[in-house]
């Protein structure tokens, strides 16, 4: 069975400030990728990023950084310099390769609001 | 840039009716996906089809449910009696191939039962 946690349910900060979300997942397959969602208040879902498993180089796009580490079965997102436009709820992910149909088990999402 | 799209944004129904949901996934794109997210709640997912069948649901997905590709554009998901508790946005979701990934959702139906 597949589990994504997202432990913080709500973040305020104040523009400019850095922000941590935190997920961490459980699968028992060997091979699987992790996504982070954006969710706006206009509800579509924004695909930002996809981490294999078997790749643990972190990575940057911008203000947006992603640090995955296999050995705490975490996968977290740093928005640096924040801005009221990353105001959203956030979706980490994760999808197995067993199942056959590679769904999407979502965690519970941490609403990011960003003020002035 | 090519995108999911679903009709209607929202729809009103009352309790006992069917409905259907209607996508149209990226083109080309071989997996398509159908998720709900009840109001204030995680994304959940309802089932997946490739070629033209199903190829994994969930539980929430009983017989009550069906899914459709009646054409080589429209992917559909019918709602044969709505009860209150189906209330919720459905996303549709396409995946381009077998090496790719990630889902690209559409922007949402809100279901409501009333």
């Known amino acids: 069975a597949q589990k994504v946690t997202q432990a913080q349910t709500e973040i305020s900060v104040v523009e400019k400030e850095d922000v941590t979300l935190d997920c961490v997942y459980e699968?028992?397959?060997?091979?699987?990728?992790l996504f982070w969602y954006k969710q706006p208040p206009s509800g579509e879902l924004v695909f930002l990023i996809r981490r294999n498993s078997f790749d643990e180089q972190n990575e940057i796009s911008g203000r947006y950084s992603w640090n995955f580490q296999k050995s705490t079965s975490s996968f977290n997102f740093t928005i640096t310099a924040s801005q009221v436009v990353d105001s959203a709820v956030y979706f980490c992910?994760?999808?197995?390769?067993?199942?056959?149909?590679?769904?999407?088990?979502f965690g519970t999402g941490t609403q990011l609001k960003v003020e002035l | 840039e090519p995108e999911v799209t679903q009709t209607p944004s929202h729809q009103v129904t009352q309790m006992g009716q069917e409905v259907i949901l209607r996508c149209v996934p990226i083109?080309?794109?071989?997996?398509f996906y159908w998720y709900r997210q009840i109001l204030g709640q995680k994304v959940e997912f309802l089932v997946s089809f490739y070629n033209n069948e199903i190829s994994e649901k969930s539980e929430i997905f009983d017989d009550q449910f069906s899914v459709e590709r009646p054409d080589g554009s429209n992917f559909t998901l019918k709602i044969r009696s709505t009860k209150l508790e189906d209330s919720a946005m459905y996303f549709c979701?396409?995946?381009?191939?077998?090496?790719?990934?990630?889902?690209?959702f559409g922007p949402g139906t809100r279901l409501t039962v009333t």
């Open positions: 699968t028992r397959d060997t091979t699987y990728y």
């Open positions: 992910a994760l999808s197995g390769t067993t199942g056959g149909g590679n769904k999407l088990t």
């Open positions: 083109s080309n794109h071989l997996y």
């Open positions: 979701a396409s995946r381009p191939d077998r090496q790719t990934y990630e889902q690209y």
